[in-house]
């Protein structure tokens, strides 16, 4: 397995994987999704960046950071295919955020807005170091959120 940065070759991959998982997880996609879903170059061109595990061209799971300011950065999108859950895939491009904001960034903290439901990727991110804070459902509206947590840098 290997860890790779966006290539417009892997962009019908995030978006499948994306949309897969919310449906499988949650039975919807709300608008923000795809708004997201449809706009997510721009925020690489903002600075944000995706990470790819890859095995024999074959995309294992994708997560995407993004710039919210300056000093903060969200984790936005993350997904595995679902026969891939377990293998390490999705641990490897969520470090790889993670170390792309501590390198290439002057940020102070990193976000992530989840459901308890993904109790996988909640102990994931409780491992990193992320801590859970008060959900401001203002700034992160999704219908199916109820966990915030940040990683301060």
Known sequence: MEIVSYKKEYKKDFIDM???????????????????LSNFEDSLKSGGQIYFAVEENLVLAACMVVPLSEDEWEI??????????????GTACLKAC???VKNETNAKKIVIVSNTKCDVAVRMYKRFGFKEIPLDREKFPYERANISLELVL
């Open 76 to 89: 936005e999108k993350f997904a595995a295919k679902g026969m891939y859950t377990g293998t390490g895939a």
């Open 18 to 36: 994306n949309e897969a998982w919310i449906t499988n997880m949650f039975g919807k996609i709300e608008d923000k999704d795809y708004e997201i």
């Open 98 to 100: 993670i170390d792309h």
